[in-house]
């Protein structure tokens, strides 16, 4: 009886012999360099971000012999008195504007954009899946393609270089990314919860206000957050229809435009921290925004993929 026991004993430590790595450390330095690699180029790339903001910022504070002079030294009077000098010339009017056009744009385009997903995403009928490409498609076609039939559309509804006419066309051109980003994230919401609200009699506009968009907060935030960057640096949309058409007709010039305009403006008579001033200022709101927000973006962004 004392044989069999030995043999069948031997089995499990020949298995676990011959199961035994031959390179215990491997997987550990392979690791260690793949960190290295890609925290060294993470540092490079924030570098290469950071590096050209700072060097605008700085410049703000220099005079024009010391932005020549050295693009890299340190500013020698820390005086504020350029940015009222950027705000005076033009930036306060261009800013108000912009914010203008952008209060009314962004929130329209995450009302409809919402709506319009949650239907494709909740409500299977015909012409479900060719409408959903459709609004992908538009994320396809370039702008400038259909910038001369805008201009003449634009203009035969009498809105060139109004502020309606403008945030129009921002809530059409932004509406296939909104489409197609919440589509994906309603069809990641619990089943249960929308069939619970419906068997309590709630009808679809409130099951949709109370119940579904709350729960999709996250992605509303991330969607937002990049729907107002895109509509705030749009350059070539606000070019073509934000100009004046006649001598009484005022300007009307969003901050891309108006940065055009303060650089022509100057002539030959540069005042390039003036300039630089103006950028900073139309780039701070944009850095507080996402500041602010980006721990609400990456959990919008990560939190379809962990359900």
């Known amino acids: 009886m004392s044989a069999p026991i030995k043999e069948t004993a031997a089995v499990p ?44 910022v700085l410049s703000s504070f220099k005079t024009d012999a010391q932005i020549g002079g050295s693009a890299f030294g340190w500013p ?57 490409f459709f609004f992908v498609a538009g994320a396809m076609f370039p702008v400038f393609l259909a910038l001369v039939p805008l201009f003449f559309m634009v203009k035969r509804l009498d809105m060139l270089n109004t502020y309606q006419g403008l945030i129009l066309v921002y809530v059409a051109y932004s509406m296939p990314f909104t489409v197609f ?16 609200a419906v068997l309590d009699g709630a009808s679809h506009t409130r099951t949709f206000f109370q119940v579904m968009l709350p729960m999709a907060k996250p992605g509303l935030i991330s969607v937002g957050i990049f729907n107002t960057l895109g509509q705030w640096n749009q350059f070539i949309l606000p070019t073509v229809l934000m100009q004046p058409q006649s001598g009484d007709d005022p300007e009307r010039y969003v901050l891309t435009q108006g940065l055009i305009q303060l ?43 962990l359900k």
Do not use: C
């Open 13 to 56: 430590a020949q298995r676990t012999t011959a199961t035994t790595p031959t390179r215990p450390g491997g997987d550990r330095s392979e690791g260690v360099v793949l960190n290295a690699f890609s925290h060294g180029f993470l540092a490079l790339w924030a570098l290469l971000i950071v590096l050209p903001l700072l060097w605008l």
């Open 181 to 196: 980003f919440m589509h994906a994230f309603f069809r990641t919401l619990p089943t249960a919860v929308f069939e619970a």
């Open 76 to 132: 020698q009077n820390w005086s504020l008195d350029v940015f009222g000098r950027a705000w005076d010339k033009g930036i306060g009017d261009y800013f108000l504007n912009t914010v203008i056009v952008l209060v009314f744009s962004v929130p329209l385009t995450m009302l409809l954009g919402s709506m319009a997903a949650y239907v494709l995403a909740r409500y299977q009928f015909w012409g479900n899946r060719f409408l959903y």
């Open 263 to 305: 650089q022509q403006q100057m002539g030959y008579a540069s005042d390039l921290p003036v300039l630089f001033a103006g950028v900073t200022i139309a780039m701070i709101p944009m850095l507080v925004v996402y500041l602010s927000f980006q721990r609400q973006v990456q959990a919008g962004l990560t939190s379809a993929t």
